[in-house]
């Protein structure tokens, strides 16, 4: 179940809101803005379809008249609550079953209390009254994990056979808690924790987790509130993993107290391992890696609240996955413009800017990433202050000059790929050395080449139909025949660069040499090469 449409009328924030076009494939829907955009209102009226209970003034921007609360999801249900002074009036329909389940921001406890009701578990009976308040589950959390081991650990003790529920408990609670927390904090003993024990509480001391890190023991109360972040969250999913299925979910900033490189496994790890297919999570955060996450998952929406006046009536859409103006929130662009005064941009295709960022980033460029060679067109094209860099692909000498004539800061590959650069013959002699034997390498691209020629020739003309500056005055006339004789030529300088390097190449002869990329972007060779591109 997840919500594809949602309609917010005199409530909180927001005279008339409309959230439209949520793709049934989002998983995550994440909310961005800057701080009083809107985005806790929105989860405000997630809250008050969850308890159903008196809205107060507090929720209405227009005292004197009515508020509303929509909800449309993608199988076609909607929900709508209605508001009147201090009354909710009434929910449609009565029967719907839809659960939602909040996090408010104020959920980080910092030690765990000496006594717990886990009977409220099951109902989500101890939710604050309202999404402004504490969060205090993660006691109760803490007590219903501790009971769930308790329980099996006695009751193998007294059945015979039953010894096989301890490896159920471990792979079930355990090993899944640790394997987040590695995931989140990285493999480094030194630098991750772990859950290694626990203790219950007795009428004079608090009950604990006790966690490893490097080589000390350390209990919940002394983790740093990053730290606590995280396991907060991840108890709350491992205990109330059935809550969570056919739900949506809503997590106030989730980001807080986290590093950037954290916050994207966090935000990762949550999403792909703990929100079930069947449900949706809504969070709202104005972090750097939650929005590089969110922008480059294909099961992800970002709807931007910033900068609108909700005095008035406004429609919000998804941001388009091509947008990079979603990163101005976390990181306003005169800022940027102030640390890279002296950095040119390069925006380059798939995950190759932080390699080429390895090669040139001391020679004043800065290589940001871009998903492909359409997004690197789409981002340059109006701004002439950014390069573009995309690979070459199945574009001819005349038509890369039409480009570049009419995009000047558009540069192109002159060979196919990124990766006909790092394997080029010349680069890996540089690397290699003596040891290297370069005409034996030479004909194994040309018996690689010759063997998939008539794949790849098959292949080209639907390739171009494609490429974007064909959409933007450049003429496709769909003459093929140069690329057609120059792969058909085993000159390697001639076919080279119209060979695609990264698909057709199985580099097999190379892994004796155990070559990295991050060594083969070092060279002298590749620096020129690049440089020269960007230069032109």
Known sequence: MRIS???????????????????????????????????????DAFHNFKVKQPAGDYYLKKKEQPGTSNVVFDDGLELKQEYSGAYTLGFTPQEADVRFIGRSSI?????????????????????????????ERFSNDVFAYMQIIDDTLRGSLFRKGRAGDNEKIFQDFILPFNN????????????????????????????QLIFQKGNAEVTYDLLSHGEKQVVVLLLNFIIRKEQYNEAIIFIDEMDCHLNTSLQTRLLAEIVTKWIPDSSQLWTASHSLGFIDYARKSDTAAIIDLDNLDFDLAQVINPEPKDNLDVYEIAIPKDIISLILAEKKLVVAENKNSALYNLALGEKSY????????????????????????????????????????QFPNL?????????????????????????????????????????????????????????????????????????????????LEVFYPYFNMKDYFEKGILTEYQLQSKTLVKTVWFKKQIESVLKG
């Open 411 to 491: 540069k192109v590959l002159q060979y196919y790929t990124f990766e006909n650069y790092l394997y080029h013959p010349d680069n890996l002699s540089e690397v290699l050395g003596e040891k290297f034997d370069r005409e034996a390498y030479v004909a194994e691209i040309v018996k690689q080449k010759n063997s998939s020629l008539l794949n790849i020739i098959g292949k080209i003309a639907v390739a171009r139909q494609t490429y974007v500056e064909f959409k933007e005055g450049i003429k496709n006339d769909d003459a093929i025949e140069v690329f057609i004789d120059a792969l058909q030529s085993d000159e």
């Open 5 to 43: 449409k949602i309609e917010l009328k005199n409530f909180k924030r927001f005279t008339d809101l409309t959230i439209d076009n949520i793709p049934s494939t989002a998983k995550l829907v994440l909310l961005i803005g800057a701080n009083g955009s809107g985005k806790s209102s929105v989860f």
């Open 107 to 135: 959920r980080i406890v910092p030690r765990i209390a000496r006594s717990a009701n886990t009977d409220k578990i099951a109902t989500d009976s101890d939710r604050p009254d309202t999404f402004i308040d504490a969060d």
């Open 366 to 405: 800065l290589f940001l990433p871009a998903q492909n060679n359409r997004e690197v067109f789409l981002t340059i094209k109006n701004d002439e202050f950014k390069i573009g860099l995309r690979d070459r692909d199945y574009l001819r000498e005349d038509e890369i000059l039409k480009i570049q004539k």
């Open 180 to 207: 987040s927390l590695a995931s989140i904090f990285g493999e480094n003993s030194s630098t991750t924790i772990k859950i290694v024990n626990y203790q219950n509480a007795t009428p004079f001391a608090d009950p």
